[in-house]
Antibody, heavy 116, light 112 residues
Framework: QVQLVESGGGVVQPGKSLRLSCAASGFTFIIYGTHWVRQAPGKGLEWVAV????????YYADSVKGRFTISRDNSKNTLYLQMNSLRAEDTAVYYC?????????WGQGTLVTVSS | DVVMTQSPLSLPVTLGQPASISCRSSQSLLYSDGNTYLNWFQQRPGQSPRRLIYNVSHRDSGVPDRFSGSGSGTDFTLKISRVEAEDVGVYYCMQGTHWPLTFGPGTKVDVK
């Protein structure tokens, strides 16, 4: 059974940091690039970042570039998102997603709330 | 960045009737490899998104054949031939040709 399970969300003060995790199972995670996509409360989807299967390529949305870092540990089938200098506008549900021409897998999301 | 626009943003539908959503990109989505990386996603209330269509017109596995995608360059369309109750939700187009990837604002489909 395919699963992507995000964790690490919570309430954090502006300017602080948080690290999200996405644990994959049920498919060969290590051969696919995987994305982070977020959705602010009541708003649309916003693509955040992607990392290639071997970690050699990373791309970011302009809104997070320089503050967020995507990484992965293929030995643990896990994708990460290190979020620094958090702002109120980073408040959102964060999804990890593996999108290929054969399938798309999404997690259930983890809520990050940036508030003082 | 490539800006994706959708119309309409709200689409009240009658069950059993067709529906159509337009998506436009600010730049051509034709990639140098000959593919056009335009995707359509559905997000039902309270659920994670789910892809329906990739590369303009390729339906994902398990997606009912009442959903179809078409278009080229900068203009794309998602059509539902006969809307069913389970189709209620928000539909997003997303381009995968240019970095950063970008989504459209979403079209909310609900029943009249």
């Amino acid at each position: 059974q395919v699963q992507l399970v995000e964790s690490g969300g919570g309430v954090v003060q502006p300017g602080k940091s948080l690290r999200l995790s996405c644990a994959a199972s049920g498919f060969t995670f290590i051969i696919y690039g995987t994305h982070w996509v977020r959705q602010a409360p009541g708003k649309g989807l916003e693509w955040v970042a992607v990392m290639s299967s071997d970690g050699s390529n990373k791309y970011y949305a302009d809104s997070v570039k320089g503050r967020f870092t995507i990484s992965r540990d293929n030995s643990k089938n896990t994708l990460y998102l290190q979020m620094n200098s958090l702002r109120a506008e980073d408040t959102a549900v964060y999804y990890c997603a593996t999108l290929t021409s054969d399938f798309d897998y999404w997690g259930q999301g983890t809520l990050v709330t940036v508030s003082s | 960045d490539v800006v994706m626009t959708q119309s309409p943003l709200s689409l009240p539908v009658t069950l059993g009737q067709p529906a159509s959503i337009s998506c436009r990109s600010s730049q051509s989505l034709l990639y140098s490899d000959g593919n056009t990386y335009l995707n359509w996603f559905q997000q039902r209330p309270g659920q994670s998104p789910r892809r329906l269509i990739y590369n303009v017109s390729h339906r994902d596995s398990g997606v009912p054949d009442r959903f179809s995608g078409s278009g080229s360059g900068t203009d794309f369309t998602l059509k539902i031939s006969r809307v069913e109750a389970e189709d209620v939700g928000v539909y997003y187009c997303m381009q995968g040709t240019h970095w950063p990837l970008t989504f459209g604002p979403g079209t909310k489909v609900d029943v009249k």
